[in-house]
């Protein structure tokens, strides 16, 4: 039998540990960069650049590090002047030394994919007038942007199927000739049928990236961007799968990012300090995909999301620079559907701060 001498030295270590646990929890926080939404950053060398619309425009930023990207003093300069309307949600990337930003504007169902692009430095030069994308279809389109992968060119966006059918938004992939030239038809690659966590029929803010085993990941927002239930959620392309064909992706059983532990994918925790969680930018090496960071450690990323204790609204969103790892040995399950019904690889640890 433990004496009480001994039971109080192990509950004063108990106690003390727990506040050592408590004080370090109460110090570790989500680092806000800005307030804003719909965040988008790539590295280029030391610097960091994004992209954001506002005050009638895009404007580009560039800094030394992501918290940078909010400082009062950054420099920042505006590269295009709306005249569409409704700007929402630019995404840079580079390719062949080239910049591009990609968003979506115009007014209710017109919204369609534009894109503007510049020589090299993402914010010394000037940047081309708006270029209208010609996606198949021809439909309603957000959240877009283009990646190459294995060879090929490929533009990713959030859609609907047509005017008639807009109760929900399908994540929709085309190849690309050049990154401004769609070619071919779309293909859908998801839909919010996820009973218990897909809510409100929307799948959005598709980034793609590839991980250590070089398998394509899709990472996009699950749910509505109006409610707390936004989270982050992966769509993995099994080893040697074909792109185009729905069912050789695989889809996370759950939020991987979230708020809401009901939500999250079974072994997974809600976040401590941000209510949903979205809509978030990789941060690339030089904006691109076949640059994606490997390793074991932490890898920093931007997402958007609402202080918890503040009332969730779209005004009240804001950039946070958190961090991911890569988490081997994951599984992906499915039923009823053509196909394996699990797959096993990457998946991601995403945290709040960054570490």
Not at 182 to 204: A, C, D, F, K
Not at 274 to 301: C, Q
Request: negative net charge; hydrophobic residues 35%; glycine residues 10%.
């Amino acid at each position: 039998m433990m004496s009480t001498h001994h039971r109080h030295t192990v509950m004063t270590f108990v106690f003390s540990a727990a506040l050592i646990l408590l004080s370090f929890l109460n110090n570790v926080q989500a680092k806000l960069i800005r307030h804003g939404a719909d965040p988008t950053a790539i590295r280029v060398g030391n610097t960091y650049y994004s992209a954001e619309s506002a005050e009638g425009g895009i404007w580009v930023r560039a800094a030394s590090s992501i918290e940078g990207l909010g400082a009062s003093s950054v420099h920042r300069v505006r590269v295009w002047e709306d005249t569409i309307g409704d700007i929402w949600a630019p995404d840079m990337v580079m390719e062949q030394n080239r910049t591009y930003i990609y968003f979506s504007a115009g007014k209710d169902a017109a919204h369609r994919m534009y894109v503007i692009t510049a020589n090299s430095d993402p914010i010394s030069t000037p940047y081309t007038l708006e270029q209208k994308l010609a996606l198949p279809d021809d439909q309603w389109a957000i959240d877009g942007t283009y990646f190459f992968y294995q060879g090929q060119g490929w533009f990713i966006w959030s859609g609907w199927e047509s005017e008639q059918k807009s109760s929900e938004q399908y994540l929709y992939l085309c190849r690309m000739r050049s990154p401004t030239e769609p070619v071919g038809p779309r293909y859908i690659i998801s839909q919010p049928r996820e009973r218990g966590w897909e809510t409100e029929g929307i799948n959005e803010g598709p980034q793609p990236i590839v991980d250590p085993n070089g398998q394509l990941h899709i990472v996009y927002s699950a749910s509505g961007s109006w409610t707390d239930n936004y989270c982050l959620a992966d769509l993995r392309l099994k080893k040697g799968g074909d792109p185009t064909y729905v069912w050789d992706w695989y889809k996370s059983n759950g939020c991987l990012f979230g708020s809401h532990q009901e939500r999250m994918m079974n072994g997974w925790d809600a976040t401590l300090w941000i209510n949903g969680p979205g809509h978030h930018t990789f941060v690339l090496e030089d904006g691109e995909v076949e640059k994606s960071p490997g390793g074991t450690n932490h890898i920093p990323f931007i997402f958007h999301g609402v202080e918890k204790g503040i009332e969730y609204s779209w005004g009240n969103r804001a950039w946070y620079s958190g961090s991911f790892v890569w988490w081997g040995e994951t599984t992906y399950r499915r039923a009823n559907v053509p196909g394996d019904t699990t797959n096993t690889g990457f998946g991601f640890k995403f945290f709040e701060d960054p570490l």
